[in-house]
Nanobody
Framework: QVQLVESGGGLVQAGGSLRVSCAASERTFSSYSMGWFRQAPGKEREFVAALRRSGSTTYLADSVKDRFTISGDITKNTVYLQMNSMKPEDAAVYYC??????????????????WGQGTQVTVSS
């Protein structure tokens, strides 16, 4: 069982930056792909970014690939999502997830086994 806790959400102005964190209860990088998803009111939960198992590959949604960066700190067992040049469209609840299904893409929410509670990100104009 893996427990995930997101933090770092808050209010940011358009064009600003914010970093959200996901702390895991156990070692994850060698055993799980780690992903970030977001969900705005009335919309589907969408993929944002992911680290493939062992950090061998990174994935970024087209809508954020020039602005966001995903990284991990193995010492702290924590995954980060650095968000720059934020837009109002980035406002959502951000969720982190851990998954180990090798036959599914880390861009699919269906490959993940564990989810955090989410952290709210609000972008003002």
């Amino acid at each position: 069982q893996v427990q995930l806790v997101e933090s770092g959400g808050g209010l940011v102005q358009a064009g600003g930056s914010l970093r959200v964190s996901c702390a895991a209860s156990e070692r994850t990088f060698s055993s799980y792909s780690m992903g970030w998803f977001r969900q705005a009111p009335g919309k589907e939960r969408e993929f944002v970014a992911a680290l493939r198992r062992s950090g061998s590959t990174t994935y970024l949604a087209d809508s954020v690939k020039d602005r966001f960066t995903i990284s991990g700190d193995i010492t702290k067992n924590t995954v980060y999502l650095q968000m720059n040049s934020m837009k109002p469209e980035d406002a959502a609840v951000y969720y982190c997830a851990a998954g180990s299904k090798p036959y599914l893409s880390p861009t699919s929410r269906w490959m993940y086994d564990y989810w955090g509670q989410g952290t709210q990100v609000t972008v003002s104009s």
